[in-house]
T-cell receptor, first 113, second 112 residues
Framework: GESVGLHLPTLSVQEGDNSIINCAYS??????FIWYKQESGKGPQFIID?????DKRQGQRVTVLLNKTVKHLSLQIAATQPGDSAVYFC????????????FGAGTILRVKS | DGGITQSPKYLFRKEGQNVTLSCEQN?????MYWYRQDPGQGLRLIYY???????QKGDIAEGYSVSREKKESFPLTVTSAQKNPTAFYLC???????????FGPGTRLTVL
């Protein structure tokens, strides 16, 4: 089936710097994308989502960019903090096929103090 | 205090035994999901249910079974037919009208 993948498995950044986590998706019919954060031993937490009719969406310290032309999604975290250290997953969905999401493998974000 | 709960947090079983993982939500969500997560990998869908008394297989349903007798509950049974059951199991729920899935804290199953 279609799948979601990530370019970088591990990203190390200095505290205070901005982080960019990338995700490539292969299903051109996907019209909904979510970023989740998962801390060690816990369930994923919703960060931000974006629909395919948008190319940018901002939240608190986070921005998601969607480039449908190259099927690329990114999560930008401003002023990265130690508490941002976690695994970040992107997920894609096709609203025509209900609520099923396909998850990428994840990127580990390590914040150095 | 609304949310989704899973119990137990850690579970140990002997090989060949069936084991049932609990998932309960009080968010009034129609849809519920079970995922399996292996180290260094993403989430893989086992089963999902969009309405009481109905459920569908996900990508890796073999060796697992579920039931949805109540809207709030979606237990997962890991049977002896599952070849490699040791993993982190995550339950999630969502509204039918919204793709955002809310996750429970997970159950780590270790088969000895």
């Amino acid at each position: 089936g279609e799948s979601v993948g990530l370019h970088l498995p591990t990203l190390s950044v200095q505290e205070g710097d901005n982080s960019i986590i990338n995700c490539a998706y292969s299903n051109s019919a996907s019209d909904y994308f979510i970023w989740y954060k998962q801390e060690s031993g816990k369930g994923p937490q919703f960060i931000i989502d974006i629909r395919s009719n948008m190319d940018k969406r901002q939240g608190q310290r986070v921005t998601v960019l969607l480039n449908k032309t190259v099927k690329h999604l990114s999560l930008q975290i401003a002023a990265t903090q130690p508490g941002d250290s976690a695994v970040y997953f992107c997920a894609e969905g096709d609203m025509e096929y209900g609520n099923k999401l396909v998850f990428g493998a994840g990127t580990i974000l390590r914040v150095k103090s | 205090d609304g949310g989704i709960t899973q119990s137990p947090k850690y579970l140990f079983r002997k090989e060949g035994q069936n084991v049932t993982l609990s998932c309960e939500q009080n968010l009034n969500h129609d849809a519920m999901y079970w995922y399996r997560q292996d180290p260094g990998q993403g989430l893989r869908l086992i089963y999902y249910s969009q309405i009481v008394n109905d459920f569908q297989k996900g990508d890796i349903a073999e060796g697992y079974s579920v039931s949805r007798e109540k809207k709030e509950s979606f237990p997962l049974t890991v049977t002896s037919a599952q070849k490699n059951p040791t993993a982190f199991y995550l339950c999630a729920s969502s509204m039918i009208s919204n793709n955002e899935q809310f996750f429970g804290p997970g159950t780590r199953l270790t088969v000895l």
